[in-house]
């Protein structure tokens, strides 16, 4: 579990839980590096642009049959500047940093992954200008801090109700099964103090069609059960991975 003082951008909106994936009408082309649209079985870029609301657009860049390279937001269908969250990939899909633009710039905290996956680095941004960086120390465990108040956010039921969920729910997209495309997407999202999820995206991308199956199921799950500490429900940052395999 990783609470949230760090993340805290993420629901400078309001924490009531919305879907950013699910049931989005997406538009989808593929293309060449220099952007020339191509048919599909040549392409080297899958691109999904979302209408998420009103004054929310998202830009999803793939590779044709990769994982994600970018992921930027926008406030107009014109996709003519950044504004809200952008995440950069590394190129194993895995996220390399992320955080918000402003009218174009980047602004407030921005989180830097290593190739392990750990959050190493913080930067924090004022009108697109890098004003300070912090470094993201390993927690320590605190010997003197009484064990039994702490408690990380898990799926209602524990294991088996998510195992269960998932083999009931999990629609495995004809494109990846025709193509044999396997492995685990990991999704980030925050769990509310009431059990309600928000603001997933995809941590560890595999495939666009796979990486939109894991949204779907993470974004429609039932309430989890919320992170505690010190007796009380709180917000908690949590990572989630989703396995796609098929059978021989």
């Known amino acids: 579990m990783r609470l949230l003082p760090f993340l805290l951008l993420f629901l400078s909106t309001g924490s009531a839980a919305q879907q950013y994936y699910a049931g989005k009408k997406t538009a989808i082309r593929f293309t060449d590096r220099s952007g020339e649209?191509?048919?599909?079985?040549e392409a080297d870029l899958l691109i999904a642009v979302t209408k998420v609301n009103d004054t929310l657009f998202r830009k999803d860049v793939y590779k044709a049959y990769g994982p994600l390279e970018v992921s930027h937001s926008y406030k107009t269908n014109n996709l003519d500047e950044l504004h809200g969250?952008?995440?950069?990939y590394k190129k194993n899909g895995l996220a390399d940093q992320f955080g918000f633009y402003l009218n174009g710039q980047?602004?407030?905290?921005?989180l830097l992954v290593n190739d392990s996956g750990r959050i190493y680095k913080k930067q924090y941004f004022l009108q697109g200008k890098l004003t300070k960086t912090e470094e993201v120390q390993r927690p320590a465990m605190d010997s003197s801090k009484p064990l039994g108040d702490e408690f990380e956010a898990q799926f209602t039921g524990g294991f088996e109700a998510w195992r269960n969920y998932l083999q009931t729910n999990m629609n495995y997209p004809k494109k990846a099964i025709k193509l044999e495309i396997t492995g685990t997407v990991t999704i980030s999202f925050i769990v509310n103090k009431d059990g309600t999820v928000n603001y997933p995206f995809p941590y560890r991308s595999v495939y666009y069609y796979l990486d939109m199956e894991a949204l779907r199921l993470i974004e429609n799950s039932p309430a989890w059960k919320p992170a505690y500490q010190n007796n009380q429900p709180v917000a908690s940052f949590f990572l989630q991975g989703i396995s796609f395999k098929l059978s021989n």
């Open 37 to 41: 649209k191509i048919k599909e079985e």
């Open 85 to 88: 969250r952008t995440i950069e």
């Open 106 to 110: 980047k602004e407030g905290e921005w």
